[in-house]
């Protein structure tokens, strides 16, 4: 039992890192990008600026939604109930070789 929790420690820590630096990666990306742009065409600021903006909130959500993941992974871990209930299936089967 203590290696599937160790394992999802792990297994958060790994997607709420790898889903900072995507998203870091990719905000400045995007913001390099956006100054390209401006810089040869400064009179689309009004049309570049809302649409960055959108891409900068949705890869934003990636660590996000990675964070979300994790919390579930290190509170209500589904894999803690399988562990149970096989271990609870295991002392079944044993009691029923002792009573024969």
Known sequence: MESIISF???AAGI???LGALGAGVGIGILGSKFLEGLARQPELA???TPRMFLMLGLTDAVPIIAIAFAAFLMFANPFLGQYEGSEAAGATEVSVQHEE
């Open 8 to 10: 999802s420690a792990l």
């Open 15 to 17: 997607m709420i890192g």
């Open 46 to 48: 009004g049309v570049l």
